[in-house]
């Protein structure tokens, strides 16, 4: 081979790496790895990690790859340095999203500040959305709608399951005290009270702490029927053992929050514990799957990727949030920052069409406004949906 034709070749080839290196785009994934968090963390990044593989098999976005990069929100501080990271020298065109709330409100707004948009698939908090931030957007429901759901619940089902009118429960509210735990217990508080619903006790306490049994005291010596916890995992399996060791058995309780809905804290507290307890959440895997088309084949999926049964509904919803966006992106024109809001706002997918159920159109604040949850019972060790009706594979059970 001549020295020219050497050269020749060269060229070729590296004009054919250029190429391939600018078939990628990428974009950040920020979620809590490690950590206190990290269990559902993992499990909402697998979500989205479903979603990429799917649309890259398909073409990928305006022609390119998805490529993902990690970040991990191990808490604040350290969310605001990945978020910077990932901007400053990964160069991601939009960061996808991160299941704490309190470490979305404080990523979001780096992102804000750099004109990056950040795609919020699973925090839950007011303040996620209620900032007026223009380049964030988030797809799940919110605080509001699960204490709306909690509260529609109690009055329409688990009061008359108890055998009494709804205004004489007793309601203990407890929640861990970040923005999450404290804007669903607000919400609770709010309709319970307009509900007329008798709340006798709210309480706040560390995610982190490691003994609640004062507060399951508390509970007890006020004669409470009905408590609603919202809560991380940890702090969802320290409730439920004290409770049961403290021989505490209100007549339901009632998580918020992806800590009630995963098989490892059925696993943790045992089949005896968890059976009855009620959960209001995003959408979960034993539901009318004529309500949420597609779930099936997310579950499959999931299967085959990771070795194993899906461990919370929260990665099926970054999946449906994360899809739908991805779509929307890859039927846009470029990667600029302006291009992605736009695309991203093109987003109109009607209730009923979605493996989640919920539908996603984007409103006030760049806030879901298709999107809300569900109620699920724990019934012979496995998590169902029970209410609306319209979505419920099971009755609600009690305790005789």
Do not use: C
Request: hydrophobic content about 40%; aromatic content about 8%.
């Amino acid at each position: 081979m001549s020295f020219k034709t050497l050269l020749a070749t060269t060229a070729v080839a590296l004009s054919v790496l250029a190429s391939q290196a600018m078939a990628d785009v990428k974009f950040g994934a920020l979620y809590p790895f490690s950590g206190q968090l990290a269990l559902l963390g993992e499990e909402s990044a697998r979500g989205l990690e479903i979603a990429v593989d799917e649309i890259n098999a398909a073409g990928g976005v305006q022609g390119e790859q998805v490529v993902l990069v990690r970040g991990d929100a191990v808490d604040n501080n350290q969310a605001i340095g990945e978020a910077r990271r990932l901007i400053s020298l990964e160069g991601v065109k939009a960061i996808f999203g991160t299941y704490s709330s309190s470490r979305s409100i404080a990523a979001s707004q780096v992102a804000e500040l750099a004109g990056i948009p950040y795609f919020e698939l699973g925090a839950v908090a007011d303040e996620v959305t209620g900032r007026g931030l223009s380049h964030l957007f988030r797809t799940n429901p919110t605080a509001e709608d699960m204490g709306k759901t909690i509260v529609d619940m109690i009055v329409d089902k688990v009061a008359f399951g108890l055998g009494k009118a709804p205004t004489d429960l007793k309601i203990g509210i407890i929640h861990e005290d970040s923005a999450y735990g404290t804007s669903v217990a607000g919400h609770e508080k709010a309709y319970g009270e307009k509900a007329g619903l008798n709340i006798v006790s709210v309480q706040g306490y560390p995610a982190s702490t490691v003994d609640m049994s004062s507060l399951v005291l508390d509970l007890k010596q006020k004669g409470v029927d009905v408590v609603l916890q919202t809560s991380y995992q940890n702090d969802s399996v320290l409730f439920l053992q004290q409770a049961h060791e403290a021989g505490f058995k209100p007549g339901a309780i009632i998580g918020g929050g992806g800590g009630y809905s995963m098989l490892p804290t059925a696993e943790a507290v045992g089949k005896d514990v968890i059976d009855g307890v009620f959960d209001a959440d995003f959408t979960q895997y034993a539901v009318n799957t004529t309500f949420t088309p597609g779930l099936e084949q997310f579950v499959e999926t999931y299967k085959a990727k990771y070795g194993e049964e899906p461990r919370s509904g929260h990665s099926l919803n970054n999946y449906v949030g994360a899809l739908a966006l991805l779509h929307a992106i890859d039927k846009g024109q470029g990667f600029d920052a302006e291009a992605i809001i736009k695309a991203a706002k093109t987003v109109d997918l009607p209730v009923g069409e979605t493996a989640t159920g919920y539908g996603i159109e984007f409103g006030e604040n760049n806030q879901n406004e298709r999107a809300f949850m569900m109620g699920m019972q724990w019934q012979d060790g496995k998590l169902v949906t029970v209410y609306p009706d319209a979505a419920a594979v099971a009755e609600m059970r009690f305790a005789k």
